[in-house]
């Protein structure tokens, strides 16, 4: 694509990145096909080529955000399906994250919006705070339809997502080191770094105790940082560049003086929007002369639990079932991340008979605070999603992303579970929490019979 970026202007690095991005796209189009907007609204400038034209207009012009420009990017999930697909290779990630730096820094958005993006990042990174909000949020369901009514369709949507039964205490109770038992299959001991993340720990705290407890089981260490805490992706994919990097800063520090002790595994992540964001911090710091190094050292180390564990001989599973498990490849997972084969290879390995979702590279609506930020579309994806699902008569839908976990459980009698948590179940843990009706499809493993030796 032929831009038109003055000197003056490509002396900004971010001018400078986003000329980079742009003059890769061929405009073909290839794209459209799987945007997950694109399909659902058919409207150009609500797919990747559109939202591509829209953005070098804004920057090349140095225009202020319009009102066209913001509700068009503001309906992008960042499913960054588009980039699975493009065949330029355009970075259509870093690209949309310039453009919402833009948005934030030059748009006008209304009060409404403003008051409820200011709500969700100071109050969903912080456990304590988000907590003390889904409990609050029991009073607030009652007022859903009034808020509907005055136009706080957002507001009403957050409510409708918080869940309605409280989660179970967790196990797992703050930073620390949880020592692995002695490694059955006589591997070198393993020690890894694990975030514990911010929303998914109160949403879905058996995620990480599920986690803790594989691994430990597997003969690996696991260390929760004092520290550390959310990723800054929710705050990023809403143009709040500064408060994403402060976050990453404060993980980067906290993870610093466990990596430089050395004999060290990696960092894993078992909440693949968080993994997507913690592998890039290199990008996100990469204009930081004190971070920059640092940075793409711990985006180089970090590994989606799943990644790790396909890399790990986690033996025979203990349990056996004959569940039909619907895997849900969330879009972080399989288009941030690159990764496919791993989560499936492991649900088959540990027993489960694993079926594949028609029009799976779609996004479910849930992508980040999108649900709450754009709840119609996201409710009309969850919809296309679940009839998908539901198409493949499932017991059990298992992903890696606890925003898909929220998202989808909404709309499903179908239990949706964390993908560690049937690993977890398969090799010796408890039954994840909503499959209980299922337990009498679980056997133990048969022993295997000793083999005769000719001769003896
Ligand atoms: S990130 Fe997803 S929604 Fe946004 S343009 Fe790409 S495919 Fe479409
Ligand atoms: S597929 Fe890639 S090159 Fe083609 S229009 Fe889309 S972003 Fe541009």
Excluded at 63 to 78: E, M, Q, W, Y
């Amino acid at each position: 694509m032929h831009t038109n970026f003055t000197a003056e202007q490509l002396a900004s690095p971010r001018i400078a990145e986003a000329e980079q991005i742009l003059r890769r796209c061929v405009h073909c189009g290839f794209c459209t096909a799987t945007c997950s907007t694109y399909v659902l609204l058919g409207d150009e400038r609500d797919s990747p080529r559109g939202r591509i034209y829209l953005i070098k207009d804004m920057l090349e012009n140095a225009k202020p955000a319009s009102g066209a420009v913001t509700f068009h990017i503001d309906r992008c999930l960042s499913c960054l399906s588009c980039m699975t697909t493009c065949p330029s290779g355009v970075d259509y990630m870093h690209l949309v994250d310039l453009a919402r730096v833009h948005i934030e820094e030059t748009g006008g958005r209304g009060f409404k919006d403003r008051l409820m993006r200011n709500l969700l990042a100071s109050i969903v990174p912080y456990p304590d705070r988000f907590r003390w909000a889904l409990k609050a949020a029991g009073l607030g369901r009652l007022f859903v339809p009034l808020l509907n009514r005055l136009g706080f369709g957002q507001m009403a949507a957050m409510l409708e997502l918080a869940p309605k039964t409280r989660p179970p205490a967790p196990k797992y109770s703050g930073p620390g080191i949880a020592t692995a038992e002695a490694n059955e299959f006589g591997a070198k001991r393993k020690r890894v770094v694990m975030l514990a993340g911010c929303a998914q720990q109160v949403l879905r705290p058996e995620i990480n105790d599920a986690t803790i407890r594989l691994l430990v089981r597997r003969g690996v260490d696991v260390e929760v940082a004092a520290g550390a805490g959310c990723c800054g992706a929710l705050v990023l994919h809403m143009g709040r560049e500064a408060e994403a990097i402060a976050q990453a800063k404060r993980n980067i520090d906290a993870w610093w003086s466990i990596i430089e002790r050395g004999a060290f595994d990696g960092i894993l992540i078992n909440a693949s929007g968080c993994g997507t964001t913690v592998k890039d911090y290199g990008h996100l710091l990469r204009n930081d002369p004190e971070y920059a190094r640092k940075a793409a050292h711990v985006g180089g180390i970090t590994k989606d639990v799943t990644e790790f564990l396909a890399g790990h001989d986690l033996g025979a599973p203990v349990q056996w079932s004959s569940l039909r498990v619907a895997y849900h490849s969330a879009c972080s997972m399989q288009h941030g991340q690159r990764i496919t084969s791993e989560p499936r290879m492991l649900l088959k390995k540990a027993g489960f008979a694993v079926v594949e979702i028609p029009e799976g590279h779609i996004c479910c609506g849930s992508a980040g605070s999108y649900n709450i930020l754009q709840p119609e579309i996201a409710k009309e994806l969850r919809t296309r999603k679940l009839a998908h699902i539901e198409s493949m008569s499932p017991d059990v839908v298992a992903t890696g992303n606890i925003g898909c976990i929220t998202q989808l459980a909404l709309g499903t009698e179908l239990p949706i579970v964390h993908t560690i948590e049937l690993l977890d179940w398969a090799y010796g843990g408890p039954i994840p929490r909503g499959l209980e009706k299922l337990k009498h499809r679980v056997s133990d493993v048969p022993k295997p019979k000793p083999v005769a030796l000719a001769g003896a």
